[in-house]
């Protein structure tokens, strides 16, 4: 969870969430998730991976408002909006987890 500047190193690498993270806005119509650790961190969570992954380009299932997940993904950020995100590959990424603030 870190911010566009801070994350740039992480760029392309596929990384693993270490908190819990809270689903605290709803996908969008771009398939966009925002999540939130429990110390207020932000990061987009984005199903582009999803949908060329597996080669399809089915939209897959996203995570409701208030689940809690550990999140496994590419880094990437998106430039058009100045943030970073992360994007699961598949479902196997993303974990319910409890204990989400």
Known sequence: ???ATNGAQY???L???TTKAKVTVAANSFGQVELTDGNGKKIMMDDD???YYGG???AP???ALNACLTVTGIMDAQTTDQIRTINPRSA???VTATGCA
């Open 1 to 3: 969870m870190t911010d």
């Open 11 to 13: 760029a392309g690498s």
């Open 15 to 17: 990384v693993q969430l």
């Open 49 to 51: 991976a999803f949908r």
């Open 56 to 58: 399809t380009m089915a």
């Open 61 to 63: 299932t996203l995570p």
């Open 92 to 94: 196997a990424d993303l």
